[in-house]
């Protein structure tokens, strides 16, 4: 099992700490996709799995979703977030054990998802659609110092409702002079690189599990694929993320560094509960 850099109290001590340099954009590692963002005070959420709901579903099936990585942090130990996105559907991109104790601790926290998917998140969680905030392509949404645009994600390929909203979507997050990528789980697809052109991204949070159908589960970007869509869109800094989680669907990020390095891409390599400042 994979010990997490900081877990637990060591974990939010560090959360805290970091408030001491509010002008720098701060962010963690929680394992898969889940990141945590934190800007002037505030907190963001991307995609956070922080639960073992997957590892019991799959249990006794042909393919156990085996932890390969420590929980960082109980979801309920949170109690400061202001925004939590999902950025499709898949428990390790919306998991309700997670989610649900998150707003428990934060009765106010804004849920963000596709405007395709709020009808299905809503009835996951349990909670009226109302309650959570759609977001569509083209149509910026703000919650609180964040900015939120999307863009359409292919997982493995792109998929919109009867209203042409994407239901895998990507994120572009401002936050002060930061801008940053979040796709959650994508592939690369014909003009994907052309629509990230419109902002200068600072910071792109790539996943680099790559497809192998024998998984039995939708792919994403290998980590040359990754690297080479980071230096496309001409992103200042590359983070891989979407491995050591479960065993059955990893990689390592030597492809991804190798690339990267090639290509001459700037990018930083994280642990899991390690932090990067901006």
């Given at each position: 099992m994979i010990h997490p850099v900081k877990t637990n109290d060591a974990f939010?001590?560090?959360?805290?700490?970091a408030k001491e340099e509010?002008?720098?954009?701060?962010?963690?590692?929680?394992?898969?996709?889940?990141?945590?963002?934190?800007?002037?005070g505030e907190h963001l959420l991307l995609?956070?799995?922080?639960?073992?709901?997957?590892?019991?579903?799959?249990?006794?099936?042909?393919?156990?979703?085996?932890?390969?990585?420590?929980?960082?942090?109980?979801?309920?130990?949170?109690?400061f977030i202001d925004v939590v996105s999902s950025s499709h559907n898949h428990t390790d991109h919306l998991d309700k054990?997670?989610?649900?104790?998150?707003?428990?601790?934060?009765?106010?926290?804004?849920?963000?998802?596709?405007?395709?998917?709020k009808e299905l998140a809503a009835n996951?969680?349990?909670?009226?659609?109302?309650?959570?905030?759609?977001?569509?392509?083209?149509?910026?949404?703000?919650?609180g110092s964040f900015l939120f645009y999307a863009i359409p994600s292919a997982h493995e390929v792109l998929?919109?409702?009867?209203?042409?909203?994407?239901?895998y979507i990507g994120l572009v997050v401002k936050a002060g002079p930061w801008t940053f990528y979040h796709p959650g789980d994508?592939?690369?697809y014909p003009g994907m690189a052309e629509q990230l052109h419109r902002w200068h991204i600072d910071l792109a949070i790539l996943p680099i599990?790559?497809?192998?159908?024998?998984r039995g589960v939708a792919g994403n970007l290998s980590g040359a694929e990754a690297a080479q869509l980071a230096c496309d869109i001409r992103a200042k800094l590359a983070v891989p993320c979407h491995y050591e989680m479960f065993e059955f669907n990893s990689a390592t990020p030597e492809e991804f560094i190798r690339a990267a390095e090639e290509l001459s891409q700037p990018f930083r390599v994280l642990k899991c509960g390690e932090r990067l400042s901006l």
């Open positions: 939010l001590a560090d959360v805290k700490q509010p002008e720098r954009l701060h962010m963690w590692w929680l394992g898969q996709s889940g990141f945590l963002v934190q800007w002037k995609d956070p799995y922080l639960s073992d709901s997957l590892t019991r579903k799959y249990a006794d099936t042909d393919k156990p979703h085996v932890r390969m990585t420590e929980r960082v942090v109980a979801p309920e130990r949170l109690d054990d997670t989610i649900l104790p998150l707003l428990k601790a934060n009765p106010g926290m804004v849920i963000l998802v596709s405007r395709a998917n996951r969680l349990q909670l009226p659609p109302e309650r959570l905030m759609g977001i569509a392509l083209d149509q910026p949404v703000r919650a998929e919109y409702d009867a209203s042409n909203n994407s239901v994508t592939v690369r599990n790559g497809r192998d159908p024998d």
